[in-house]
């Protein structure tokens, strides 16, 4: 699964770590709540607020390499484990 989380300002990222536990590649917002949780090629993808070409193409960026899906995936689920990862 693939979740994009876009957000125009700071707000609590719930929804992303609850999409990270869940082993979902997440694309997000570069807004501080997401900064926090999401390393970009690490933990996930990061695109500009208000940038519809960048999101599209990180979307398309993790649909395309099954590798970078899948040690993100890993490294989602022990930050929203606590059992690792994370900046």
Not at 13 to 41: F, H, I, K, Q, S
Request: aromatic letters at 0%.
């Amino acid at each position: 699964p693939l979740v994009a989380q876009l957000a125009n300002e700071s707000e609590n990222p719930r929804a992303l770590l609850e999409a990270m536990a869940a082993g979902a590649a997440c694309v997000t917002t570069d807004v501080p709540g997401n900064r926090e949780l999401v390393v970009p090629g690490e933990s996930g993808l990061r695109v500009p607020t208000a940038d519809p070409e960048a999101l599209a193409e990180a979307i398309l960026r993790l649909l395309a390499d099954a590798g970078l899906r899948a040690r993100v995936d890993e490294i989602e689920r022990a930050i929203s484990t606590g059992t690792g990862g994370g900046t």
